[in-house]
């Protein structure tokens, strides 16, 4: 209709102006109840471009903290070789993987490759052989990634096109193949990968299914035998098999149904004529019948858009636990990018009431969740899950205490089971915090038993074996050094690897034992672990002015770069985040403290991908220059994050680099998990709202812009803030964080 057709000729101009405004606003403002869903705005492909041909993370198709994660391989995965790298052109198949991080092990996965096969013409075995070791072709230009769904258009080598999609529920995938052309269409399934490892398939033809299990455990050499383990998937198809087969690495099977082996799969071929298939995988830990009784439960009666469907709302309802205004495009897909990568871990390995123990190989009744990188992930991570997920908190807490008492301790990084990787006992951290945040719904006074352990009993031969990094498995896995720390209040150099890492963060984790021990009426512990925790002062080394390896005989090393992790002397200067005012003091008092933190930052002595100075921006709060601490974040946020495939420059880990920027995008951060305190940073948005249920807590940050990071005034309800911390029970009770921003920096708070 020409609106200004009928205003030229006789129509009302009151009633033209009317019906002119109401289109106006359709137009400019679609429905309230067509919410964007945040869902399509976190991008999975952040951090796939890495440096060193590396990628950071891995475009994973789940829900929330889903079971099985599900996605496209552009490689053979291995430790230290993700699935999915950006700069490949190519893609091997689709796995549902339990991969957590790049320098992880892969365990229990499954693979679907898709393909098609000229059965007139060929061979069709040398022709399967062929097709098994091809690669297909794709443009990232042709491929859809989001948290709850994947697309991308392959082609062979013999110029046939395939479409194939992907969404997911906790325990099952779905995958969708679309093939172009006249070949039969063709589907791989690996079942085992290893050649230490065994494997089984079967196929079922007349229910046009695949079932199988493996044992694959990449990170089986770093922990202990686990007889029992396996990762079982029931495939069941929509389409009817017209050939079939199975394979032992190089020898393929035609019309064999059934295959035991280290490296094993099967094939099926179907009608040229069909041109969709449908395949639905469910997983299990458990067995093969509770595999059955996930795919029942998540995906028998499902479609895929229904399914699809599904698994986005469950992203939007945790994304939207956090509301950001006004923040333009890139900032609003950094930041809830950064949300979907800190809800994927740690991952739950309960299936419906009964979950499989990688700490004793049996099976329980309970709740579980597994792979939790928690010597980065106690940092922000888990404190974040609190806020956004605390459904969730109470049952990680407590199956890091399951794990202690099937297993023996609490891990330090299990993969699904001990692997001895990282240091510290910082499973004590991720208790304490629980603990300090008033968290419920685990068993308090095994949590404390469980941390006391960590912190009391050494590992058998503690005293004689060095604890190298990646070392095969000889032993349950406690805090290397212990021994030699409680008997000289430091891990010696000629002693221990990693000594004086070790010796900085057992005393950090003797201040969460500690806090454990106080809220489960311990006070004696609580008061001796206390005094430990200042231990790092054994190790702090007056005529460098650095924490420095110390031999057993109270002689330091004559190596000064000896003794730690992941860094050197700078990188744990700063490393005392349960007495920064000791540490201050320590240093030669405030201002000799800043000068350090001030060099800490010059020359690449700060690297933010790695994870134990991600508090060190913030700790120019404890000593009265808050305003430094502003310019830090604002700096550090705006460099290593970006809504792009190399939008992050280190390794996720997890989770704790993308929630280092949600904190810092709101303005607080968690400097001492184990303790309710935040220290205010500067906000990046000009208001954020985090919801819980019925109360909300509204960050705004009147006049925030690029240039205006720094902060003139804040008051949290109302009063003005006296110095620059926020409590815990401060933000989850609701209320209003007003920032007043501005372009120079307010040198007194």
């Not at 106006?24 to 309230?32: D, G, Y």
């Amino acid at each position: 209709m020409d609106l200004f057709f009928l205003a030229n000729n006789g129509l009302n101009k009151s009633v033209f102006r009317h019906v002119f405004l109401l289109l106006f606003l359709f137009i400019a403002f679609p429905a309230s109840s067509q919410k964007t869903s945040l869902a399509d705005i976190a991008n999975p492909l952040v951090g796939t471009k890495g440096v060193w041909l590396f990628g950071r993370t891995t475009p994973f198709v789940t829900p929330p903290f889903g079971m099985t994660h599900w996605t496209a391989c552009t490689r053979q995965s291995i430790i230290h070789i993700p699935n999915y790298q950006y700069y490949d052109r190519t893609i091997t198949g689709f796995r549902g993987t339990h991969k957590p991080a790049m320098w992880m092990g892969d365990y229990g996965h499954v693979t679907l490759k898709p393909s098609s096969i000229n059965l007139l013409k060929t061979n069709t075995v040398d022709a399967l052989q062929k097709r098994w070791k091809q690669k297909l072709h794709f443009k990232h230009c042709e491929e859809i990634s989001r948290p709850y769904y994947y697309s991308v258009k392959l082609r062979t080598k013999q110029f046939q096109k395939i479409k194939t999609e992907m969404t997911a529920t906790e325990r099952c995938g779905v995958l969708h193949f679309e093939f172009e052309g006249k070949e039969n269409p063709l589907l791989f399934i690996e079942t085992s990968q290893l050649p230490d490892s065994n494997g089984w398939v079967k196929i079922i033809p007349d229910k046009k299914q695949i079932v199988g299990w493996n044992s694959d455990r990449q990170s089986a050499h770093l922990g202990p035998p686990l007889p029992h383990f396996k990762g079982y998937f029931v495939i069941q198809f929509d389409e009817a098999f017209e050939s079939y087969g199975v394979w032992n690495g190089d020898n393929l099977k035609a019309d064999s149904v059934e295959q035991m082996a280290n490296s094993c799969g099967a094939w099926v071929i179907f009608n040229a004529n069909t041109k969709s298939v449908q395949v639905k995988v469910a997983t299990s830990f458990i067995s093969l019948e509770q595999a059955n009784e996930n795919f029942a439960k998540e995906v028998a009666d499902k479609s895929f858009a229904q399914i699809k469907n599904e698994t986005q709302v469950q992203w939007n309802t945790y994304l939207n636990r956090i509301e950001i205004e006004a923040a333009n495009k890139k900032q609003a897909g950094t930041f809830y990018s950064a949300m979907y990568h800190s809800l994927l871990f740690p991952r739950q390995f309960s299936e419906y009431g009964r979950y499989y123990s990688a700490f004793d190989d049996t099976i329980h009744a309970g709740v579980s969740y597994n792979d939790y990188s928690l010597w980065d992930t106690y940092r922000a991570q888990h404190p974040l899950l609190t806020l956004v997920a605390p459904e969730h908190v109470p049952g990680m807490v407590q199956s890091l205490v399951q794990m202690y008492e099937q297993g023996g301790y609490m891990p330090k990084w299990p993969n699904p089971t001990y692997t001895g990787i990282m240091i510290g006992t910082h499973a004590d951290a991720v208790v304490a915090d629980a603990v300090a945040k008033g968290v419920k719904g685990f068993d308090y006074e095994k949590a404390y038993k469980a941390c006391m352990k960590d912190a009391m009993v050494p590992s058998q031969g503690d005293s004689t074996n060095r604890w190298a990094d990646r070392a095969l498995w000889t032993a349950v896995e406690a805090r290397a050094g212990l021994s030699w720390y409680m008997k000289l209040g430091y891990v010696p150099d000629d002693k221990t690897n990693e000594s004086v890492s070790n010796t900085l963060e057992g005393a950090y984790d003797d201040f969460c034992v500690a806090q454990v021990a106080k809220a489960t009426g311990h006070l004696n512990e609580y008061e001796m672990l206390m005094k430990r925790s200042k231990n790092y002062v054994n190790v702090y080394n007056e005529a460098t002015g650095f924490m420095s390896p110390k031999n057993a005989d109270g002689t330091w090393s004559k190596n000064t770069r000896s003794g730690f992790t992941e860094g050197g002397p700078w990188t744990y200067l700063f490393a005392v985040q349960q007495d920064i005012p000791g540490l201050i003091k320590l240093l030669g008092g405030r201002e000799t403290f800043v000068k350090r933190l001030n060099a800490n930052f010059r020359w690449l002595r700060y690297w933010h991908e790695n994870e134990p100075g991600h508090h060190y921006t913030y700790l120019y709060d404890y000593a009265g220059e808050a305003w430094r601490t502003q310019k830090k974040v604002a700096h550090f946020r705006t460099i290593k994050y970006h809504n792009r495939p190399h939008g992050l420059t280190g390794d996720d880990d997890c989770g704790q680099m993308s929630a280092w920027y949600i904190f810092s995008a709101l303005g607080f951060y968690p400097v001492t998990p184990g303790t309710d305190i935040y220290a205010i940073g500067t906000p990046l948005f000009p208001k954020a709202t985090i919801h819980f249920g019925e109360k909300n807590f509204e960050i705004l940050a009147r006049h925030v812009s690029k240039k205006n990071i720094y902060i003139q005034s804040v008051s949290l309800n109302g009063k003005v803030l006296s110095e620059p911390f926020l409590h815990h029970a401060e933000i989850i009770n609701g209320g209003k964080l007003e920032f007043e921003m501005g372009p120079k920096p307010k040198k007194e708070w």
